[in-house]
């Protein structure tokens, strides 16, 4: 098939589309919904309602592409596949989901024939068509391949722009020659790096000025932690998440005191933070949390003593404080209810091991979980023997016991935010040394970059993270302009960790033989991204319990 003139796609036409789209999703979303009154009965209809929360996602990650084309062409911004990439993307999800009705009607309970209604006309079928033929998304893989795959897209926000010039130029000098090393080596991520990172401001951007942050919000946040990500996951990109979340949590429910006494030293990087929630036998089910903290007077302070054991608590041995969360009521049917979250202090150690013993003979214990990928930080298993906690670490103080579930969880929303900003920077890593690659490496006497494949490769990666990006940026607005929005960054890391585990696996095919080698970064993205949709809320869970819930109780 030769070059040919690709047909120009136009906003009215992506609208019809998109419109059609949203009409079949909201016949879904309403099936769902009357199935499950109003979402109380999920367990009843996961499979239903795990269809439901991804499509709603999708719609949303097209209908963000489709804004950014809109609101780009209105700024007179020149976006060579913008366009072409809203187009490619919403139409595939419209095919997607013409072929799951076809394929499942039973998943999509009573409104499979409401959805074929919405996309069974001629109109229809030729815009999916156009919108997702050869012709087009080789032109924007050609693209891709001509640009290197680098991204400046065009943002609105003229401060975010100028901080994402000034990370990705700070990641490229100082984070990417130690990232192979660190991968590797399952190295600790290096004091130096940590203090050059809280010289630049990384750790407090979207903490408020009053209390020692810069006051950026979670837009410039969200670009930083993309742009780090890009550089290495695990030894800059996921950093600035636990700060972030406990940062959250204080806003949210600390008091004054507790605001005064830690934002400050959080968002400087004097503290560095690791958040202790999940146990061994406790993952997604949040509110079966068992380490306990009971009220005690030690030495003469007040304060609750802490036995339990805790895993995957990511950069505990390297962390100055925990942010922990706790059972301090007894009755284990208070579920949800009985849990509180407390600011827990500790001694930085290297190392994969750590024993912290405090003079009054509580013990805290940690244990490094060897991984195949995000290495650099470390997670930890940890065991808490009476280890004292005095009362004014409990975020809220009196005020808070038992509410630091809800702390937490819309701590957890900033870090799924975050995740999906790491999820774009890890696959936009994956595109750059893609096309490079392509482009350089030459078989049968041509660049890969001259095939077809290649080219049809390139632009479905590039167009559908496009379309995660701009999902994302969505979502630190909207928590720009209110922190306890959940679905928005949710919907961003369901999306986003999805697209980079794919975009990191074809960027490996990409590089053929070459892309199983550690000579060549990607065989790192490869691994790194596999995490991506396990933490901040597993992939099932996020639909149902997060997702699902909200969209289905609308």
């Known amino acids: 098939m030769s070059d040919t003139p690709v047909e120009p796609v136009t906003l009215e036409q992506l609208g019809d589309l998109l419109e059609a789209l949203d009409t079949a999703v909201s016949a879904a979303r309403s099936a769902a919904a009357e199935a499950t009154s109003g979402g109380k009965l999920i367990d009843e209809h996961q499979v239903q309602c795990e269809r439901v929360a991804y499509l709603c996602s999708e719609l949303e990650a097209a209908r963000a592409a489709y804004e950014y084309a809109v609101a780009a062409d209105q700024a007179g911004a020149t976006e060579p596949v913008a366009l072409d990439s809203a187009a490619l993307v919403t139409g595939e999800t419209v095919a997607r989901l013409i072929g799951s009705v076809a394929a499942g009607a039973s998943e999509y309970g009573g409104s499979a024939e409401p959805i074929r209604a919405a996309l069974d006309d001629a109109k229809i079928r030729d815009l999916v068509s156009r919108f997702c ?123 004054e005191d507790q605001k005064s006494k830690w934002l400050g030293s959080v968002s400087s990087g004097e503290l560095m933070v690791g958040v202790s929630v999940t146990e061994p036998d406790v993952g997604s089910d949040v509110a079966s949390v068992a380490c306990r903290a009971e009220p005690a007077e030690v030495g003469g302070e007040k304060g609750y003593l802490i036995n339990g054991a ?94 630091g579930f809800y702390l937490q969880m819309n701590g957890f929303a900033a870090g799924r935010l975050q995740t999906g900003g790491r999820a774009t ?102 691994v790194d991204a596999q995490v991506l949709p396990i933490f901040e809320g597993v992939k099932p869970i996020l639909e149902l319990k997060v997702i699902a819930r909200q969209v289905l109780a609308a």
Not at 172 to 191: G, K, N, S
Not at 353 to 370: H, I, P, R, S
């Open 133 to 255: 033929s050869e012709a087009r998304v080789r032109s924007i893989g050609r693209h891709v391949a001509e640009s290197r795959g680098v991204n400046n897209s065009w943002l609105a926000d003229e401060d975010a722009v100028m901080v994402r010039d000034s990370v990705r130029g700070f990641a490229e000098q100082e984070v990417t020659p130690l990232a192979e090393h660190i991968h590797r080596e399952d190295a600790l991520v290096p004091d130096s790096l940590i203090s050059k990172m809280a010289d630049m401001g990384y750790f407090g951007m979207s903490a408020p000025a009053d209390y020692g942050g810069l006051g950026m919000g979670n837009l410039a946040m969200i670009v930083t932690t993309e742009e780090l990500s890009r550089a290495s996951l695990a030894a800059a990109g996921s950093l600035i998440t636990r700060p972030e979340i406990l940062t959250k949590a204080l806003i949210k429910g600390g008091t």
């Open 310 to 403: 805790k895993a995957w608590c990511t950069f505990a041995g390297r962390a100055n404080v925990l942010a922990l969360l706790a059972r301090t009521d007894p009755d284990p049917k208070s579920g949800a209810r009985g849990l509180s979250l407390f600011i827990v202090e500790k001694d930085a150690f290297d190392g994969h091991e750590f024993v912290m013993k405090q003079e009054t003979g509580g013990v805290l214990t940690g244990k490094a979980d060897a991984t195949p990928g995000y290495r650099g930080m470390h997670s930890f298993t940890l065991a808490f023997e009476d280890y004292f906690v005095p009362a004014a670490n409990l975020i809220g103080e009196d005020a808070g016991i038992n509410k």
């Open 425 to 526: 920077g890890i696959a936009q890593a994956a595109l750059e040394t893609s096309a490079v690659y392509v482009s350089e490496r030459k078989q049968f006497g041509r660049p890969l970059s001259d095939f077809q494949l290649t080219q049809y490769k390139l632009g479905r990666m590039s167009a559908h993270l496009h379309a995660s990006r701009q999902l994302t940026y969505k979502a630190a607005l909207a928590m720009d302009e209110d922190e306890s929005r959940s679905l928005e960054p949710a919907m961003a890391k369901l999306l986003s960790c999805d697209m980079a585990v794919w975009v990191t696996q074809e960027g490996q095919l990409l590089h053929g033989g070459w892309g199983y080698a550690e000579e060549y970064p990607i065989s790192r993205y490869v």
